[in-house]
């Protein structure tokens, strides 16, 4: 199993810049993707952005291509969310996941998820 804690949520206002972290632990010799999914109020979740572990690739959902930066340390088995230029439109829980492939299917294992909230 793979343990995943997601951290760095908060409250901001718009146009501000947050960094979201996602460390983890146990088996993590199995990830190959990782990555981040947000949940808004009534809505359902979405996929943001992912990460090749090994190669570094990335993808991104075109809602927050240019502002979002996903990043990972393998020395500490810790995947990033860089968010800048952020909108109200960005105010949800935000997770992060092991997927399958840079698509973000076939989500695994999920933190337990970190509020963000832009204020306008």
């Known amino acids: 199993q793979v343990q995943l804690v997601e951290s760095g949520g908060g409250l901001v206002q718009a146009g501000d810049s947050l960094r979201l972290s996602c460390a983890a632990s146990?088996?993590?010799?199995?990830?190959?993707?990782m990555g981040w999914f947000r949940q808004a109020p009534g809505k359902e979740r979405e996929f943001v952005a992912t990460?090749?572990?090994?190669?570094?690739?990335?993808n991104y959902a075109d809602s927050v291509k240019g502002r979002f930066t996903i990043s990972r340390d393998k020395a500490k088995n810790t995947v990033y969310l860089q968010m800048n230029s952020l909108k109200p439109e960005d105010t949800a829980v935000y997770y992060c996941?092991?997927?399958?492939?840079?698509?973000?299917?076939?989500?695994?294992?999920w933190g337990q998820g970190t509020q963000v909230t832009v204020s306008s």
């Open positions: 996941a092991t997927v399958r492939n840079m698509a973000g299917s076939g989500p695994g294992y």
């Open positions: 146990g088996r993590t010799s199995s990830m190959y993707f």
């Open positions: 990460i090749s572990w090994n190669g570094g690739s990335t």
